[in-house]
């Protein structure tokens, strides 16, 4: 027989067991969403400065290497290294009597070729000028003669005293002595022009073999005497008495320690933001304090072995504590905008294609990401261009991996040891 009773209150089982599990699909629901703990940050107004970092050698702002354009024995030293010198200064003496005497020598020469060019310049006229001058008087003193005569037959005709012939007779033999005349005139110009011409050339030509030969005398014997071309110190050098070092060989280094030139190299992207001028510092081992200086060379080309950019930073050395050829670290601020809104460095997200982006954290505490462009970035603050605003909090520390729209529980960050965070600094910086 079949129980009845069973199928009587199924229905209301059915009914009893649907409304547990819609319950507990309700409280199930109406459980709070997760919270993912972040740290946040305002963005905030602030100077930005973009910095260009980079190994450099230091230089000296000037060097002398000094050699010897003789070959003869060193015959003083008047310096050591480490001497300080100035410009002009007499640094050795080489052997330079046989100089001395070339030069007495070709002074007398010279001397000797300024009297013969005056002898010459104020000299009587040669023995064929003066038989050209002479021949030139007589042919005057005929002219005016025969002048003379022609005017007085002249005279003779016109009152009818004298036949015309002997005026035409008169007036030919006053054209010829005339005609001798102008001959032996110009006869006698062109002697005396060309002969005291040529007398002069041939003075002149004397004396400046004679001037040329003393200045070169009196060169020889100055490159005996090394002289410094600089203000500075010597850095090597010099010989010792005695010795000969050979013309063209280095013979005294002096270098102007006054200043330093620390030159790097950067990539061209950088490079592209410095300019002449440009503040820098350079940190070098063993000197605590950074050495303050200014960009005074950036290259217009590239270095064709490293494409890279060369860099000249130069800074004051009044106190000797930098040494050529030392290594030093450059940093240079390129470019400074005040009142730029700032965030931390760690927010910034950037995707496959480039684009940054913040996660913004809305007034119901959800992280929503939102495109930025940015300016300037340094090791822990970048620049924002565009997209966020003055206050906004944007995700500092949890950022990576967090989803769009996701709520987010706001954590205070931990104290900060400023003992540590200024050694950390110090670090860094050198």
Not at 179 to 190: L, T
Not at 230 to 258: E, H, K
Not at 390 to 397: A, C, K, S
């Amino acid at each position: 027989m079949v129980n009845t009773r069973i199928f009587k209150y199924a229905p209301y089982s059915l009914a009893l067991a649907s409304v547990v599990w819609l319950c507990g699909c309700t409280r199930e629901s109406a459980q709070p969403e997760p919270e993912v703990a972040v740290q946040v940050a305002p963005a905030k107004q602030g100077t930005i400065s973009q910095i260009v970092t980079t190994d450099a050698v230091l230089f000296p702002v000037n060097q002398a290497t000094i050699v010897p354009k003789i070959t003869a024995p060193v015959m003083k030293a008047y310096v050591v290294r480490g001497s300080k010198v100035r410009e002009g200064q007499l640094l050795v003496a080489l052997e330079n009597r046989d100089l001395a005497a070339a030069v007495q020598e070709n002074r007398g020469n010279l001397e000797q070729a300024q009297a013969a060019r005056e002898i010459a310049t104020n000299n009587s006229l040669p023995e064929e000028l003066q038989k050209a001058e002479f021949d030139a008087q007589a042919a005057k003193e005929n002219l005016d003669a025969q002048q003379k005569i022609y005017e007085s037959r002249k005279s003779l005709f016109a009152q009818g005293a004298i036949p015309r012939k002997d005026f035409d007779a008169a007036n030919v033999a006053f054209v010829q002595v005339k005609a001798q005349y102008e001959q032996a005139q110009k006869h006698w110009n062109g002697l005396k022009a060309i002969g005291h011409q040529q007398a002069l050339k041939s003075a002149n030509a004397q004396l400046a073999s004679a001037e040329g030969k003393y200045k070169g005398a009196e060169a020889q014997l100055q490159y005996s005497e090394i002289r410094s071309p600089i203000d500075g110190v010597v850095t090597d050098g010099p010989w010792y008495p005695g010795m000969v070092p050979q013309a063209g060989a280095p013979l005294v280094t002096v270098m102007d320690l006054s200043q330093m030139i620390a030159k790097g190299h950067i990539p061209h992207s950088q490079a592209a933001l410095l300019k002449k001028g440009d503040k820098a510092t350079l940190r070098v081992s063993g000197i605590d304090d950074a050495i303050t200086g200014k960009v005074t060379l950036v290259s217009p080309a590239l270095d064709p072995g490293s494409t890279t950019v060369e860099v000249w930073v130069q800074a004051p050395n009044s106190n000797g504590l930098l040494k050529p050829g030392a290594s030093a670290m450059l940093t240079i601020t390129a470019k400074t905008v005040r009142n730029a809104l700032i965030v931390p460095a760690q927010s910034i997200l950037t995707d496959e294609e480039g684009k940054k982006s913040v996660m913004v954290v809305a007034e119901d505490r959800t992280a929503v990401k939102r495109e930025v462009e940015t300016g300037i970035q340094t090791s822990d603050s970048v620049q924002i261009v565009s997209g966020l605003k003055l206050g906004e909090r944007v995700v500092e520390t949890g950022v990576y991996g967090l989803p769009d729209k996701t709520k987010v529980k706001i954590e205070a960050a931990p104290p900060v040891d400023e003992e540590q965070q200024h050694k950390d600094m110090e670090e860094k910086g050198s």
